[in-house]
Structure formats: C-alpha cells, structure tokens
C-alpha cells in the first residue's frame, strides 16, 4: 500500500464535494490525463465499465461529449464545457448528465481543479459543487465508490506512462 495523500470530504450543507489526491507523476503528464480524451477514457470508468468520448475541445467554451458504457453496451451520456482554463494549473467546468443528442439534464455540477507538483509528486485538488442537494445525494454514493475506483486507475495508468 503507497502512502499517497488521498482524501475525499463530503459537506451536504455546501452541497460541495471536496477531493485531494496525489500522483507519483510529473505535474505535465498528470494534467494530460485529466484533459486529453485520449487519457481520460482509459481511467475514467470503474470497471467494469468503460469511457468513450465522442468528441472534445479543450478550450474555455469547449465541450466534452462522452459516455460511460455498461458491459451490456448500455451508455449514459455527459457533457462538460470548459468555463476557465489556466495550463498546467488549474481547469473549471460545468458537467452535466445528458441524452445521447446532447441535450443536458439540468441541474448539474460546477468542477474545478487545481494542479501543484512538489518533488515529482502532483497533487490535484478537485472541488466539485452541485447545484441540487437532491441530486447529489441521489448519486453520492455511486459517485463516491466510481470516483475512487477511477483515481486508482488513473495511478496505475500513471505508473505506467511514466516508465515510457
């Protein structure tokens, strides 16, 4: 078992969730995986689900359209739009669950994350409100279990990319 900060915080009243997880990974590689689809799709999904984006512009106003698939093929949708982008350091967006033309399904989720590197070690720092209480809770606890399967798959594809 690594001793890699991993801390997961909860505050209903603020209808905020707070995340802070730390990477054996150089700050440059950590902050690809968390913005080229390309990376993203190989860690996003818990097992024994899988990611696929349909498309993706990394810039502020830019989407990411993708689905989380099911093993029975099922897909949920989602998209996100890039609200602020400062390279390497820090990305916003609003993410919301979605139909599979693309239409949202409000409310949604404000995200934002930080990125600091120390000593080849990344730290990222995501803080996630929801503009609903009843939703957060309605998907808290699948969120929670998903989130924290997908940063163990996110440190293992890191591992690896990093001995390329």
């Known amino acids: 078992m690594n001793n890699l900060l991993f801390d997961f915080t909860v505050d209903k009243a603020a209808k905020t969730v707070m995340i802070t997880r730390e990477f054996n990974a150089e ?4 902050w690809d995986a968390f913005t080229k689809a390309e ?26 359209f993708y ?16 609200t602020s982008i400062t390279p390497k350091t820090n990305f916003k967006m609003y993410n919301a669950f979605a139909d599979a033309n693309e239409n949202p399904e ?20 995501i803080r996630i409100y929801n503009e609903s209480l ?11 279990i998903g ?8 440190e293992n594809l890191l591992a690896t990319l990093s001995q390329k």
């Open 106 to 125: 409000l409310p949604g989720s404000d995200w934002d994350h930080r990125f600091s590197e120390e000593n080849g070690m990344t730290t990222v720092y």
């Open 27 to 30: 700050l440059s590689l950590v």
């Open 39 to 64: 990376l993203i799709d190989q860690w996003i999904a818990p097992k024994p689900f899988t990611a696929k984006t349909k498309y993706q512009d990394f810039k502020v106003g830019g989407k990411r």
């Open 134 to 144: 009843e939703r957060m809770e309605r998907i808290m606890e699948g969120f929670t």
């Open 147 to 154: 989130m924290k399967m997908s940063l163990s798959n996110l």
């Open 67 to 82: 689905a989380m698939v099911s093993p029975e093929g099922q897909e949920r949708w989602a998209i996100q739009e890039y």
